[in-house]
C-alpha cells in the first residue's frame, strides 16, 4: 500500500480553504488545518479534530511555537504546504483602507498573516517537505498586481510582496526537490467578497465568479505529478480578468 500524502493548510475554515480540505480528502490525503478557530465539529472530512491546528497567524511567537506541534502530528513527511490564510481589514462601514487611512499595526497585522507567516512555515518544516520532495503553494491575489475597488492597500501589497517570496523560495528550496508556486485568484465567490462585486463581474471576459473548487483544483494540480517541472511561477485564476 502506497503512503499516505500528507498536506498542511492555512485559512482552511471556509471559501477556498475549504475547498481544497475537499479536494485533498477526496484524493485519500491526509490534511492538517491551522486556523485561529478551534476545530468545529461540523467539518465533515474524517480524522478532523485531531489533524487541527489552532493558530493565530498575525502573532510570530504563537506561529513559531506552532512548528513543533506541526511536525510532531505530521510524522516526517510533508507533501504539500498550502498558505492560503489572508485578512483584508476594512474601515468603517467596510470602506477601502487606503495608504493614507491604514495605520502601522494594521499593516503589521495584515503582513503577520499574510506574508511572514508563510516563510516562517516552509522554513521551519523544510527538512519534512525536503523528505517528501513536497510542493509549496502560496496563495496571492489579482490585488497584488493592480489596484483593486475593494481589497486595501495592506492587502494588495502584502499579496505583492508574497508574489515575490514565491520566486525566493523557488529558488533556495528548489536544490531540495522542492516546488514553490503561487496561485492568484481574481473574484471567487466567498465570504471575502465586497458588497458590488456585481459590477466586477459585468466587465470580466468571462461574465461569473469564479468558484472556491476552481481554484481548490489548480492547487491540487500544483501539488501533483502533474507539474512536476513547474515551480516559481504564479497562475491568475481569474476568467480572464488581468488581461
Not at 491551522?34 to 472530512?45: E, I, T, Y
Not at 502601522?104 to 527538512?127: D, E, K, Y
Not at 496561485?183 to 470580466?204: F, N, Q, R
Request: aromatic share 6%; with cysteine; hydrophobic share 40%.
Amino acid at each position: 500500500m502506497s503512503e499516505q500524502k500528507v498536506m498542511v493548510l492555512t485559512g482552511a475554515s471556509r471559501g477556498i480553504g475549504h475547498a481544497t480540505v475537499k479536494r485533498f480528502s477526496a484524493e485519500g490525503w491526509r490534511v492538517l488545518t491551522c486556523s485561529r478557530q478551534p476545530f468545529d465539529a461540523r467539518c465533515p472530512w474524517p480524522g478532523g479534530e485531531e489533524n487541527h491546528i489552532q493558530i493565530d497567524l498575525a502573532s510570530p511567537d504563537a506561529t513559531i511555537a506552532a512548528i513543533s506541534i506541526i511536525k510532531e502530528k505530521i510524522g516526517g513527511k510533508l507533501h504539500a504546504l498550502v498558505n492560503n490564510a489572508g485578512i483584508s481589514p476594512k474601515g468603517a462601514g467596510g470602506a477601502r483602507l487606503s495608504t493614507l487611512d491604514t495605520d502601522l499595526r494594521t499593516w503589521g497585522h495584515v503582513f503577520h498573516v499574510n506574508f511572514f507567516a508563510s516563510i516562517v512555515l516552509a522554513r521551519g518544516l523544510q527538512q519534512e517537505l525536503a523528505a517528501a520532495k513536497g510542493s509549496v503553494v502560496n496563495v496571492t491575489s489579482i490585488a497584488g498586481v493592480r489596484v483593486h475597488p475593494f481589497a486595501g492597500a495592506a492587502y494588495a501589497t502584502s499579496k505583492a510582496a508574497l508574489a515575490a517570496l514565491t520566486r525566493e523560495m523557488a529558488h533556495d528550496f528548489g536544490p531540495m526537490g522542492v516546488r514553490v508556486n503561487a496561485i492568484a485568484p481574481g473574484e471567487i465567490e466567498t465570504s471575502i467578497l465586497s458588497p458590488g462585486t456585481d459590477k466586477i463581474v459585468e466587465k470580466l471576459p468571462m461574465r461569473r465568479l469564479g468558484q472556491p473548487k476552481e481554484v481548490a483544483d489548480v492547487i491540487w494540480f500544483l501539488c501533483s505529478d502533474q507539474s512536476s517541472y513547474i515551480s516559481g511561477t504564479e497562475i491568475e485564476v481569474n476568467g480572464a480578468q488581468h488581461v
